[in-house]
Nanobody, 124 residues
Framework: QVQLVESGGGLVQAGGSLRLACVVS????????MGWFRQAPGKEREFVSAISWTGGITTYADSVKGRFTISRDNAKNTVYLQMNSLKPEDAAVYYC?????????????????WGQGTQVTVSS
């Protein structure tokens, strides 16, 4: 079956950086778009970033544009989220997801497999 395993979360001070990784198994990774979403306590899950199957097209939520960078290594079945200049409002559980098609999307309905999440905590 398809499995996604996120890593790289942790505690960081405001202004710091973290790099999340998500390794996918059980699916031909290079054929599918990927996305990152996050959910803070008491809030709905929200879109963070997405990347197409080749990595040629990336999209970002306005709240993270210019600070976060999504990338992928198809040889390693891994998608990354480099997070710089972190703010307390970035604190959340971050989830990666495999899209149903070639493109990434800002809509969660476009994804059919999800990881278990990794916690990101940002201290002020």
């Amino acid at each position: 079956q398809v499995q996604l395993v996120e890593s790289g979360g942790g505690l960081v001070q405001a202004g710091g950086s973290l790099r999340l990784a998500c390794v996918v198994s059980g699916r031909t990774f290079s054929n599918y778009g990927m996305g990152w979403f996050r959910q803070a306590p008491g809030k709905e899950r929200e879109f963070v970033s997405a990347i197409s199957w080749t990595g040629g097209i990336t999209t970002y939520a306005d709240s993270v544009k210019g600070r976060f960078t999504i990338s992928r290594d198809n040889a390693k079945n891994t998608v990354y989220l480099q997070m710089n200049s972190l703010k307390p409002e970035d604190a959340a559980v971050y989830y990666c997801a495999v899209a149903k098609g070639y493109s990434g999307s800002r809509y969660s309905s476009a994804y059919d497999y999800w990881g278990q999440g990794t916690q990101v905590t940002v201290s002020s």
